[in-house]
T-cell receptor
Framework: DTGVSQDPRHKITKRGQNVTFRCDPISEHNRLYWYRQTLGQGPEFLTYFQNEAQLEKSRLLSDRFSAERPKGSFSTLEIQRTEQGDSAMYLC????????????FGSGTRLTVV | AQTVTQSQPEMSVQEAETVTLSCTYDTSESDYYLFWYKQPPSRQMILVIRQEAYKQQNATENRFSVNFQKAAKSFSLKISDSQLGDAAMYFC????????????FGKGTLLTVNP
């Protein structure tokens, strides 16, 4: 297991287009998280899953955003009708769900909306 | 809502010297956890050290140690014998206890290590 994988690493899209990102967590991790990081800021929570259940969504996650984790393994984050303000690094992380655990992060997907 | 404040946007240290990064947080919870993450230029965040709020003893991981002052809500990171590979963004993060594992991050401190 090579850790948390995110695909693609970079995405440039035109405003108004839809984009989808994929995250493959560490296989035995039952929790999966999505965060967004803009330049000069720390990561901001978007949503998280325990297995296939989406347990919490941030108010940052507008109606244009949707996340899924259909079989409790990989997850996708889709942004519809992208806006320039969506430009950011989207980070995925996973954990075992133990109270002691920190996360294991992926390398992120950098989205640029032009 | 919990907030995490890192008041030092940038810090620099000479190789082999010691540097301390500051972090304060605001919470009304008594059960929580604190973390320091490192984000090198490759952008993958790496856990450096964690501290359980109920533990009085400060956590230590090799050259990294924390000064946890619960009453003051302060959680600073000390890096001893700094190495060039320590250069990165450092984020302080908070998680409350219980089953919600959401992290709240500070804005980060960019650490430069000078040879």
């Amino acid at each position: 297991d090579t850790g948390v994988s995110q695909d693609p690493r970079h995405k440039i899209t035109k405003r108004g287009q839809n984009v989808t990102f994929r995250c493959d967590p560490i296989s035995e991790h039952n929790r999966l998280y999505w965060y967004r990081q803009t330049l000069g800021q720390g990561p901001e929570f978007l949503t998280y899953f325990q297995n296939e259940a989406q347990l919490e969504k941030s108010r940052l996650l507008s109606d244009r955003f949707s996340a899924e984790r259909p079989k409790g393994s990989f997850s996708t984050l889709e942004i519809q009708r992208t806006e320039q303000g969506d430009s950011a690094m989207y980070l995925c992380a996973s954990s075992l769900g133990s109270y002691q655990e920190g996360y294991t992060f992926g390398s992120g997907t950098r989205l640029t909306v032009v | 809502a919990q907030t995490v404040t890192q008041s030092q946007p940038e810090m620099s240290v000479q190789e082999a010297e010691t540097v301390t990064l500051s972090c304060t947080y605001d919470t009304s919870e008594s059960d929580y956890y604190l973390f320091w993450y490192k984000q090198p230029p490759s952008r993958q965040m790496i856990l450096v050290i964690r501290q359980e709020a109920y533990k009085q003893q400060n956590a230590t991981e090799n050259r990294f140690s924390v000064n946890f002052q619960k009453a003051a809500k302060s959680f600073s990171l000390k890096i001893s014998d700094s190495q060039l590979g320590d250069a990165a963004m450092y984020f302080c993060a908070y998680r409350r206890g219980g089953s919600n594992y959401k992290l709240t991050f500070g804005k980060g401190t960019l650490l430069t290590v000078n040879p």
